[in-house]
């Protein structure tokens, strides 16, 4: 992967569906090695397949080796609802609107976007997670996972927008990874999202973080800035102590994905405040973004 700052990105949206539905017709055994194939992945390539194991074996994807009838279904209705379709248009929409915006950013010259399916038997990815997330904190790579729902199947392309707002953030900032950047990192892709796809696109994950509740989590978080070394002293903070307690990490007492919450409030804070959108702030150092938000430091 190389950076550039020209107007151009190649968003490459693997569609594996017609394989994923091939995939499904192969007895249990065989299905490990196809979908390392589909990934790309040689057999022999030690830390990838151990990776891919992690995700079918004890994550949120769909378990390799098992015979379900839910799960050619589930697939089914990913293409119906034309899951990669939603990706590449939205990423398209996301990416026009961003360099319309803020031409000259740094960005990945091309990122590659795999959609895979999840597990509906973990409750806290089902329940709690809403069935889908992605994950986009390495530059040129997007990963997503989701077991359609009657919420999330429409949302599949935005969850993608969030991601690459990620991609977009990390090459243009200096700032060390820390829990402060973390959570502020959530923030701008969540305001992001809305402003390439709707008030209504995201947010339900975080959605019953208001009020009160809003309050005493931000004080945590915030109060928390500054502290820790690693991600696994971050997490609870910013996924909450229900996606902690599952990883075998200490829970902070903090709702589920309330460190998003509180990104999304210091974030909204700072871009009222400075007049701006997150498509500029994307850019803005961690430090400049929380004195805008009041906060002293991070």
Request: charged content about 25%; aromatic content about 8%; proline content about 4%.
């Given at each position: 992967?190389?950076?550039t700052?020209?107007?151009q990105?190649e968003?490459d949206?693997?569609?594996?569906?017609a394989a994923?539905?091939?995939?499904?017709a192969l007895?249990?055994a065989?299905?490990?090695d196809?979908?390392a194939?589909m990934?790309?992945?040689?057999?022999f390539?030690?830390?990838?397949?151990?990776?891919?194991?992690q995700i079918h074996e004890?994550g949120d994807g769909?378990r390799?080796n098992?015979?379900?009838a839910r799960?050619?279904?589930a697939?089914?209705?990913?293409?119906?609802?034309d899951?990669?379709?939603?990706?590449?248009?939205?990423?398209?929409?996301a990416?026009?609107y961003?360099r319309s915006?803020?031409?000259?950013?740094?960005h990945?010259?091309?990122?590659?976007?795999?959609?895979?399916?999840?597990?509906?038997?973990e409750?806290?990815?089902m329940?709690?997670t809403?069935g889908y997330?992605?994950?986009?904190?390495?530059?040129g790579r997007i990963?997503?996972?989701?077991?359609?729902t009657?919420?999330?199947?429409?949302?599949i392309?935005?969850?993608?927008?969030?991601e690459l707002?990620?991609n977009?953030?990390t090459?243009?900032v200096?700032t060390?990874?820390?829990?402060?950047?973390w959570v502020?990192?959530?923030?701008?892709?969540?305001?992001?999202?809305?402003?390439v796809?709707g008030?209504d696109?995201t947010g339900a994950?975080?959605?019953?973080?208001t009020g009160?509740?809003?309050d005493?989590t931000?004080?945590?978080v915030t109060?928390?800035f500054?502290?820790g070394?690693s991600?696994?002293?971050w997490?609870?903070y910013?996924?909450?102590?229900?996606v902690?307690g599952r990883m075998g990490r200490?829970p902070?007492?903090?709702?589920?994905?309330?460190?998003?919450a509180?990104g999304?409030?210091?974030?909204e804070?700072?871009?009222?405040?400075?007049?701006?959108?997150?498509?500029?702030?994307i850019?803005?150092?961690?430090a400049?973004?929380?004195?805008?938000?009041g906060i002293?430091?991070?």
């Amino acid at each position: 992967m190389d950076l550039t700052t020209s107007d151009q990105i190649e968003i490459d949206v693997r569609d594996d569906a017609a394989a994923m539905t091939r995939l499904f017709a192969l007895p249990g055994a065989a299905r490990m090695d196809a979908l390392a194939s589909m990934r790309g992945i040689s057999a022999f390539d030690e830390e990838p397949m151990k990776l891919l194991k992690q995700i079918h074996e004890q994550g949120d994807g769909f378990r390799v080796n098992v015979e379900d009838a839910r799960y050619p279904a589930a697939l089914q209705r990913l293409i119906q609802a034309d899951a990669w379709g939603q990706l590449r248009r939205e990423l398209a929409r996301a990416w026009e609107y961003q360099r319309s915006v803020l031409p000259g950013i740094r960005h990945p010259d091309r990122v590659e976007v795999v959609l895979t399916l999840g597990n509906p038997d973990e409750p806290i990815f089902m329940e709690r997670t809403l069935g889908y997330y992605g994950m986009g904190a390495t530059p040129g790579r997007i990963w997503l996972v989701a077991w359609p729902t009657d919420y999330n199947v429409t949302r599949i392309g935005a969850c993608g927008v969030h991601e690459l707002a990620h991609n977009l953030r990390t090459p243009n900032v200096e700032t060390q990874f820390n829990l402060a950047e973390w959570v502020v990192q959530e923030g701008l892709a969540e305001v992001f999202t809305t402003e390439v796809c709707g008030a209504d696109s995201t947010g339900a994950w975080y959605a019953g973080v208001t009020g009160a509740a809003l309050d005493e989590t931000f004080e945590k978080v915030t109060g928390a800035f500054g502290t820790g070394s690693s991600i696994a002293d971050w997490t609870g903070y910013v996924l909450g102590d229900d996606v902690a307690g599952r990883m075998g990490r200490r829970p902070m007492g903090i709702p589920h994905m309330g460190g998003y919450a509180v990104g999304r409030r210091i974030v909204e804070r700072y871009l009222e405040k400075a007049g701006l959108k997150a498509a500029q702030a994307i850019v803005r150092p961690t430090a400049e973004i929380l004195a805008g938000a009041g906060i002293a430091s991070g």
